[in-house]
Structures are given as structure tokens and as C-alpha cells.
């Protein structure tokens, strides 16, 4: 499956972005998909995923409660609403799938198999 994620862009403290990752494929339904982020200088970190099914979300700490993931499997996308966006929010996202991730998983970027090519989030104070 290849993915392609866009929506980033420069916001001020406070603001709103939606990220969307589009995906190839017609069994983007069996599909976990996950949001995780890498800011400068520091690892990549997961930030929410859908399990396989779809019928859970899993979120990171730091984003529960300001972000939401969504997914649309008519139209082979999932969403990241983010809101009440902070400096720290300041990244490159990367959405990411895997057909066989278990649950446990879903937060460890080593387990997704596909990525998309990231767009950058900036979040000026």
C-alpha cells in the first residue's frame, strides 16, 4: 500500500490543522493506521493509531483529548484533527499502516511496514 499524507502547514498557538493521509489499495479496511511525528532532533513518536478492525483509537498522552483520528474507508483515508495546538506539537507527521500489527504494537513505529512521506506541522508561539 502506498500513502500519501497532507495538511500540514504553519499555525499559531491555539490553532487547528487536519492531516490526511490518502492510501492505494482496496483492502485498506484490514489496514491499522497510525499518526506518529518526529520533531528536530528527536525520535519519531507515535501519536494515534486505529487498530486493524478500526473499531478502537489509541492516543499518546501528550495529544489525548486535542487530537483526534478518524478514517474514512471509502475513500482509503484516515484523519488527524488536531486542536488547541501547542509549540511542542511542532513536527514532521507520518501516517503509517500495517496489515498483521497487533494492538500492543500499534504505538512502536518499527511494527508499521508502510509510510508516508510526512508533512510538517509548525506551530508558532
Known amino acids: 500500500v502506498q500513502l500519501q499524507a497532507s495538511g500540514g502547514g504553519l499555525v499559531q498557538t491555539g490553532g487547528s490543522l487536519r492531516l490526511s493521509c490518502a492510501a492505494s489499495?482496496?483492502?485498506?479496511?484490514?489496514?491499522?493506521m497510525g499518526w506518529f511525528r518526529q520533531a528536530p532532533g528527536k525520535e519519531r513518536e507515535f501519536v494515534a493509531a486505529?487498530?486493524?478492525?478500526?473499531?478502537?483509537?489509541y492516543y499518546a498522552d501528550p495529544v489525548k483529548g486535542r487530537f483526534t483520528i478518524s478514517r474514512d474507508n471509502a475513500k482509503s483515508s484516515v484523519y488527524l484533527q488536531m486542536n488547541s495546538l501547542k509549540p511542542e506539537d511542532t513536527a514532521v507527521y507520518y501516517c503509517?499502516?500495517?496489515?498483521?500489527?497487533?494492538?500492543?504494537?500499534?504505538?512502536?513505529?518499527?511494527?508499521?511496514?508502510?509510510w508516508g512521506q510526512g508533512t510538517l506541522v509548525t506551530v508558532s508561539s
Open positions: 503509517a499502516a500495517d496489515r498483521s500489527i497487533i494492538v500492543t504494537a500499534l504505538s512502536t513505529p518499527e511494527q508499521y511496514d508502510y
Open positions: 486505529f487498530s486493524r478492525s478500526g473499531g478502537s483509537t
Open positions: 489499495g482496496r483492502t485498506f479496511s484490514s489496514y491499522a
